[in-house]
Nanobody, 128 residues
Framework: VQLQASGGGLVQAGESLTLSCAAS????????MGWFRRAPGKEREFVAA????????YYEDSVKGRFTISRDNAKDTLYLQMNSLKPDDSAVYYC??????????????????????WGPGTLVTVSS
């Protein structure tokens, strides 16, 4: 599947931003989807994942309660609603798709190696 993330930008601390990831090439509902991010000088890290039908989600601890992952299978689109943004959230955000290796309970969805396809990323900068 081809992925294209969008919606990044420059915001101030405390503000909100919503990222989108448009998918094409294969039925979107076949995939478990995830968001990852890479801050300058750091390794890429897991942010959130969502099951095929959106019924199960999983978050990295530092974004729990602030970020919400969702999907619209009719529109082949993944979302990441980010509230109460902090400077530490500044990073390039990537969406990723997993076709077969992650179980429905999303165990292992925090590992990059479980994902098959990646988008090019969108930059989020949060100023203090």
């Amino acid at each position: 599947v081809q992925l294209q993330a969008s919606g990044g930008g420059l915001v101030q601390a405390g503000e909100s931003l919503t990222l989108s990831c448009a998918a094409s090439g294969r039925p979107f509902s076949d995939y478990i989807m995830g968001w990852f991010r890479r801050a300058p000088g750091k390794e890429r890290e897991f942010v959130a994942a969502i099951s095929w039908n959106g019924g199960t989600t999983y978050y990295e601890d530092s974004v729990k309660g602030r970020f919400t992952i969702s999907r619209d299978n009719a529109k082949d689109t993944l979302y990441l609603q980010m509230n109460s943004l902090k400077p530490d959230d500044s990073a390039v955000y990537y969406c990723a798709a997993s076709i077969a290796t992650i179980p429905p309970d999303l165990r292992g969805s925090n590992y990059e190696s479980e994902y098959d396809d990646w988008g090019p990323g969108t930059l989020v900068t949060v100023s203090s």
